[in-house]
């Protein structure tokens, strides 16, 4: 069983920055990825960014170049950096947990992140 906290959502202007946090806890162990994925209204959820213990990543193109997904191991958190931000990026993020040899997932429960004038 792991819990995921989530928080660092809010309103910014287009081209602004906002960096969200993710704390897990409980059953941490074993091969795992964390990530972002993030929802807006009348769509499916997308994966947005993914890193390995390993520090290694993965992200969509939309954000590519924008946003930076990072770990602390010690502090079993993840971040994610967003800059340059777009009102398309305005959705729900969601912290993600996936245990790798049984690709079971555990969620944050999201955090809202608005992107306007």
């Known amino acids: 069983q792991v819990q995921l906290v989530e928080s660092g959502g809010g309103l910014v202007q287009p081209g602004g920055s906002l960096r969200l946090s993710c704390a897990a806890s409980g059953s941490i162990f074993g091969p795992n990825v964390m990530g972002w994925y993030r929802q807006a209204p009348g769509k499916q959820r997308e994966l947005v960014a993914t890193?390995?213990?390993?520090?290694?990543?993965n992200y969509a193109d939309s954000v590519k170049g924008r946003f930076t997904i990072s770990r602390d191991n010690a502090k079993n958190t993840v971040y994610l950096q967003m800059n340059s931000l777009k009102p398309e990026d305005t959705a729900v993020y969601y912290c993600n947990y996936k245990r790798t040899l049984v690709a079971y997932d555990y969620w944050g429960q999201g955090t809202q992140v608005t992107i306007s004038l």
């Open positions: 890193i390995t213990r390993g520090g290694s990543t």
